[in-house]
Nanobody, 126 residues
Framework: QVQLVESGGGSVQAGGSLRLSCAAS??????????MAWFRQAPGKQREGVAT???????SYADSVKGRFTIFKDNAKNTLYLEMNSLKPEDTAMYYC??????????????????WGQGTQVTVSS
């Protein structure tokens, strides 16, 4: 059984930093190639993709976070991360970790991801 558990959210001032973590149990040993991602959903808005990373290494980012956020993973720790720097009030949202079944590619669409975490709240004040 695959389980994704996010942590690391919190409240910060604009310009600050946070690192989100997503502990993935039962996942890395199940799929040899896969895509993992971070999504976010602000109140009253649709969920949007933030960043993706493929098991082969390539990453992609939403334009709104390029240069500020970094997605990476530590397979030894079965953990996905999102390093967020220069945070802005518009980054305030619930952040979700997502993972695909076996996949040779990544794209920032919800339909690719069958596994989701419960979310961790990020609040950025001005």
């Amino acid at each position: 059984q695959v389980q994704l558990v996010e942590s690391g959210g919190g409240s910060v001032q604009a310009g600050g930093s946070l690192r989100l973590s997503c502990a993935a149990s039962g996942y890395y040993s199940r799929y040899s190639r896969y895509c993992m991602a971070w999504f976010r959903q602000a109140p009253g808005k649709q969920r949007e993709g933030v960043a993706t990373i493929h098991s082969d290494g390539p990453t992609s980012y939403a334009d709104s976070v390029k240069g500020r956020f970094t997605i990476f993973k530590d397979n030894a720790k079965n953990t996905l991360y999102l390093e967020m720097n220069s945070l802005k009030p518009e980054d305030t949202a619930m952040y979700y970790c997502a993972a695909s079944a076996w996949s040779s590619y990544c794209y920032m669409g919800e339909g690719l991801f069958g596994y989701w975490g419960q979310g961790t709240q990020v609040t950025v004040s001005s």
